[in-house]
């Protein structure tokens, strides 16, 4: 008999699926709320198989045009949302992690911006991380050449299954979501170790899942930065 094939990984580096896609993580660094890097330098963009895929589709689009991805962040520890939180105690913008949390930490979202040809970001309604009106997905600012840099992203990720949420332009969380479930310990050397009694990697725990009657509500979706 065959040998099994061997399962997935949970998450994957988006550059190992398409090494076209640029990755800046802005929590690397200081350009972000809390003003000093919350990831070591080091940090890979990880996000689970599925949506690194999905990501690959987006960026095939974009490329097409002479465009591509910049990755500002994906999975993101528990930890590091952890103190996000203790920054900006907003549920419009930081999700709860007494709830649901952060869609970053299921692996299932990314914040994205959008590059040309010589790698250069494109003009955007805002930059990352900012909370202000300007941020809102739907851009009602004059700028035609903004407008039309958010509806060639948004369009791209449209296409390859992902949605947006109200307050972010940046923001943008794979279709298939609910799929999945919070990824609690998922070893990174520098932010946290799995628990030393466990010998194997953690998996997801799907029980986790909020089942309420009639799903999630867009509330959630709105506000799991
Ligand atoms: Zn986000």
């Given at each position: ?174 279709k298939d979501w609910q799929s999945y479930g919070p990824i609690t310990t998922y070893p990174i050397a520098g932010i946290e170790r799995p628990p030393p009694s466990q010998g194997q990697p953690p998996r997801t725990q799907p029980s986790l899942l909020p089942r309420s009657p009639g799903g999630i ?9």
């Open positions: 008999m065959a040998p099994a094939p061997a399962a997935e990984p949970e998450l994957v580096d988006i550059r190992s699926v398409d090494p076209t896609i640029v990755v800046e993580l802005r929590y690397a660094g200081k350009r972000n709320l809390a003003r000093r890097p919350l990831y070591p330098p080091n940090m890979p963009a990880l996000v689970r198989p599925a949506i690194a895929r999905q990501l690959a589709e987006a960026q095939s689009i974009l490329r097409r045009r002479g465009l591509g991805l910049k990755i500002w962040d994906a999975y993101r520890p528990k930890s590091t949302h952890d103190q996000l939180w203790e920054f900006s105690p907003n549920n419009d913008y930081v999700a709860d992690p007494t709830g649901m949390g952060s869609l970053h930490t299921w692996g299932v979202a990314v914040d994205a911006t959008l590059i040309d040809s010589r790698r250069r970001e494109v003009r955007m309604p805002t930059d990352f991380d900012d909370f202000s009106l300007a941020a809102m997905l739907y851009y009602i600012g004059p700028s035609e050449d903004i407008r039309r840099n958010l509806r060639t992203l948004q369009h791209a990720m449209g296409r390859a299954r992902f949605n947006g949420v109200r307050t972010e332009w940046w923001h943008f969380v794979s509500s867009s509330r959630h979706l709105s506000t799991s930065r």
